[in-house]
């Protein structure tokens, strides 16, 4: 396919000669420079895609040792470390679900408030907006799926170390950001109709009847499309959780805890082939056939005790810890595309790749909505360790303990099985067909013996099994939960004995103790609260005027630009009024309390004695003039500083009027003009 814009000026124009061969004083060398250059651009491209490939692939390979341990982590969390033990109790996951829990029980309450003001006269108005922000904020959390994405998000902390969270506002823009959620709009259905065609236009390698599905499924989308049964476009805040090896930081930093001044950030996602056609028109089916083909790893049989159940930390690899891998061990399973898009904070470009394809999926763009942050991606962890670059998991500071209490509950078990009471009994002095009739002898049940010498009584033939007494402080686990509650701070573990061995002696240290482990657990709820009040979130101007823009009045051009117009004057007036209070004569206030007087602007020139006319006139001379103390604005040549110079002008101004309704003579701070603009 052909990529990249052709840097060859257009030809065809009078005068000038279009074919370059006649350019060349007649030289024919048979080559099309257009074709040349184009050439050109794609191997360009195919150098810049390797280059990128490679930059990622080498920090990948530097993370290495962390993707592992994430596997055997996770191992840990399920309780399937070591399949081995006569008892594996899911401490660790019981103790993470505890957690998760009690750190995200429910989405937390939004609060908006105004900002603190010297005057907080007036500021009615403010309130209720702030209030609207709070539905608005937690109506957009709520569509988002926040307490989803979020309660995974702690799960994987606790399990692996890390928890991802990649956010972005969807709208009509393109390029987008992908994302993951289900956007379920009529761009999407397109973008599948599109990938269907192409699918159907290359039928290589496919039987009838499967054109024929495809034929149907088409004909389907198409139908639901018509139908207008979806949205036109969804357009919605989206909170993506992504799995912590999926996510790649540049390796310029030696702390995950300092990703926002990474110079770059990765994450994996895995498309099917005709998602990935949907995604990402540029691309046609014999980009993605040159694809690397990736399998969903299928769940693994957990009652057997194979080798690779036993001793993780020997036998799991980095690769361990992926759900796509590049074999399957069957034929039917659905082959999906690795893609990787990565952020470049360097030149603020987003690009998109595909593992084994040598050009863009996308060509590369900058943000849709910019932030001064630039990331789109959150991070938070509870167990941050000075000089190591990634964070640890409760998973590792338990394993040992998991182990210890495994061992101790498997050695008691043992020692039970071996302790069960037996009979002993002289075999020489009972044939086998004797001893037969003992041992399947039932309970209460009379048994008649002939042992070889009659003469011997019963009670010589037989003797009580050896045991040995069972000690069981050798097997208490007492101390080793008690250890594990410690370290991980679970509450609901202080309500064990008092007087429990390990444990504290009086109230007053239990008290101590709880109240520490609370404050522990508050702790982490605070550091995951704060990931949720990013104040670029919140601050960012760009982020503000788009979310205002999406919000209020659906990103409309003509909203958007007279928005702009009006924060623009506002913005001027108040670095030149300086706050000072505002006069308003009588004939400039009737004016601009007169809506119809911004229709009489636009229109052409009245007569003098019409209404209009006179209006017009009036608007001409609106200007104000700034005193010592006070501005003072009205219609007439000593107001200087004119507001009514067009009718673009005077209709921005009276809209910030109207904001508030100026009474005439009466001071006015310029902050109340527009509560809503600013």
């Not at 702390?255 to 110079?263: G, H, V």
């Not at 360790?385 to 998973?395: E, F, I, K, N, P």
């Not at 006139?617 to 110079?645: H, M, N, P, W």
Request: one cysteine or more; aromatic letters at 8%; charged letters at 25%.
């Amino acid at each position: 396919m052909t990529s990249g814009a052709s840097a060859s000026a257009p030809g065809g124009t009078a005068g000038i000669q279009s074919d370059p061969r006649q350019a060349g004083e007649g030289k024919d060398d048979g080559v099309d420079q257009d074709e040349t250059q184009s050439k050109e651009d794609e191997e360009a491209e195919e150098a810049f895609v390797t280059k990128l490939w490679k930059s990622y692939d080498d920090a990948r390979k530097f993370d290495e040792n962390f993707r592992k341990q994430i596997a055997i982590d996770r191992r840990y969390a399920a309780g399937t470390s070591d399949l081995s033990w006569a008892v594996t109790t899911n401490l660790i996951g019981a103790f993470i679900d505890i957690l998760v829990a009690l750190l995200y029980a429910r989405n937390p309450d939004v609060s908006v408030r105004k900002a603190p003001q010297v005057d907080e006269s007036n500021t009615y108005q403010m309130q209720v907006f702030a209030r609207t922000l709070e539905i608005v904020i937690s109506g957009l959390w709520k569509r988002g799926k926040l307490k989803q994405a979020a309660r995974r998000g702690v799960r994987s902390v606790l399990s692996n170390g890390e928890g991802w969270f990649k956010c972005t506002m969807v709208s009509e823009k393109r390029p987008a950001p992908e994302v993951e959620t289900a956007l379920n709009d009529a761009q999407e259905t397109h973008a599948r109709i599109v990938a269907q065609q192409k699918l159907i236009d290359d039928p290589q390698n496919q039987d009838p009847e499967t054109l024929e599905v495809e034929k149907a499924e088409k004909e389907k989308l198409i139908e639901e499309l018509q139908e207008k049964i979806e949205l036109a476009v969804n357009k919605m805040f989206v909170i993506d959780y992504v799995e912590t090896e999926n996510i790649q930081v540049s390796t310029d930093i030696n702390s995950i805890e300092n990703y926002t001044d990474a110079d770059w950030i990765g994450n994996e996602l895995y498309l099917g082939k005709d998602d990935a056609l949907a995604r990402f028109p540029k691309l046609d089916v014999e980009d993605i056939k040159s694809a690397k083909i990736y399998y969903q790893r299928a769940p693994k049989e957990m009652t057997t005790r194979d080798i690779d159940n036993v001793l993780p930390q020997g036998m799991l690899t980095a690769e361990s810890a992926q759900a796509f891998v590049t074999n399957t061990s069957t034929q039917e399973s659905p082959a999906f595309v690795r893609v990787v898009e990565i952020w470049d904070r360097r030149d603020k470009q987003i690009r998109t790749i595909i593992d084994g394809v040598k050009c863009w999926a996308k060509e590369p763009y900058p943000p849709p909505y910019p932030t001064s942050r630039f990331f789109p991606y959150f991070y938070f962890a509870f167990y941050e360790v000075d000089g190591q670059r990634h964070a640890q998991s409760l998973s590792w500071r338990l394993y040992k303990l998991q182990d210890e209490y495994s061992s101790s509950r498997s050695n008691f078990r043992l020692t039970r099985e071996r302790s069960i009471p037996g009979v002993l009994f002289n075999a020489t002095m009972l044939d086998e067909i004797e001893a037969k009739k003992l041992t399947e002898s039932k309970a209460q049940e009379y048994t008649a013996l002939r042992p070889s010498d009659p003469s011997v009584p019963l009670a010589n033939l037989f003797a009580p099994k050896p045991v040995q007494g069972i000690d069981m402080r050798l097997y208490d686990p007492t101390l080793i939960l008690n250890d594990m509650e410690r370290i991980s701070g679970v509450q609901e573990a202080l309500s064990a004995a008092i007087n429990s061995p390990g444990n504290p002696k009086t109230a007053t240290e239990a008290n101590i103790q709880q109240s520490g482990t609370q404050a522990r657990t508050t702790s982490d709820r605070d550091n995951l609260e704060s990931l949720l009040t990013d104040p670029v979130l919140i601050s960012d101007p760009k982020v503000a005027d788009e979310f205002a823009a999406e919000i209020f009045w659906c990103g409309s051009p003509i909203f958007t630009s007279r928005f702009h117009a009006m924060r623009g004057m506002y913005d001027q007036l108040a670095r030149e009024w300086l706050g000072k209070p505002v006069f308003a004569s009588l004939p400039a206030t009737t004016l601009l309390l007169d809506m119809a007087a911004c229709v009489n602007a636009f229109k052409p020139r009245q007569g003098a004695d019409t209404r209009e006319g006179k209006q017009q006139r009036l608007i001409d001379g609106l200007g104000y003039r700034v005193t010592s103390d006070k501005v003072l604005f009205g219609c007439g040549s000593e107001y200087t500083q004119r507001l009514g110079a067009s009718a673009e002008q005077f209709s921005n101004f009276q809209g910030l009027v109207w904001e508030l309704i100026v009474p005439r003579v009466v001071p006015l701070e310029l902050d109340e003009i527009a509560d809503r603009i600013g």
